[in-house]
């Protein structure tokens, strides 16, 4: 937690200031129990101002292969990080982020799986809707607007709790859930993108 707290001091001192960042919308995220925070995937800058944004630590999925990078290995446990094998079901991870939300974590997740080369919001994966409908958590959707081009305004949108009482009683499908979080995520940046 020590690296974490101040991982995220030195980047918040760093990128506040050169993304101009502005952060809406921060009594959205609930103060205690676990969440499931959902982000879209702009840059690979998304993980890190998610970060200093977020009023709570966030533990973030990351690809496997960045476990592998020399000075990565040993830094990315102590930022709250944990491994995803891409392109497969990964019951470890799948697991780790059920647990991490039942002892009342922030687990954060870019639904697209990987970052939009456009810059548009692309189609999400089921796993977030898995994580939606298996656990207790609250789902915040989080829309991050802007191109990371210095002293260029750069915002990060915290929406409120998606409801997914109805979903869950009508037994929706992953994927299914999963639609409904991008389509919040896309209302947040249609609202907020001037």
Avoid: W
Avoid at 65 to 77: G, V
Avoid at 125 to 133: E, T, V
Wanted: aromatic share 8%.
């Amino acid at each position: 937690m020590m690296l974490y707290s101040f991982a995220k001091t030195v980047v918040k001192s760093i990128f506040k200031p050169l993304y101009r960042i502005e952060v809406i919308g921060r009594e959205n995220f609930p103060s205690t129990g676990g969440v499931l925070l959902c982000s879209n995937h702009i840059s690979n800058l998304d993980p890190p101002v998610v970060g200093i944004t977020c009023p709570r630590p966030v533990c973030f999925m990351a690809k496997e292969e960045l476990f592998n990078a020399p000075i990565l290995k040993s830094l990315l446990p102590g930022l709250k990080a944990f491994p995803v094998k891409r392109g497969m079901s990964d019951r470890g991870a799948l697991r780790t982020g059920l647990a991490l939300l039942k002892d009342g974590e922030v687990l954060g997740l870019f639904p697209e799986g990987t970052r939009s080369k456009t810059g548009q919001l692309g189609k999400g994966m089921a796993g977030a809707g898995f994580f939606a409908l298996r656990s207790e958590a609250a789902v915040v959707p989080c829309a991050v607007i802007g191109s990371y081009i210095p002293l260029r305004k750069t915002k990060v949108v915290y929406g409120k709790p998606i409801d997914f009482t109805k979903l869950k009683e009508e037994k929706v499908s992953a994927e299914e859930a999963t639609e409904k979080i991008m389509d919040e995520i896309r209302k947040l940046i249609e609202t907020h993108q001037r």
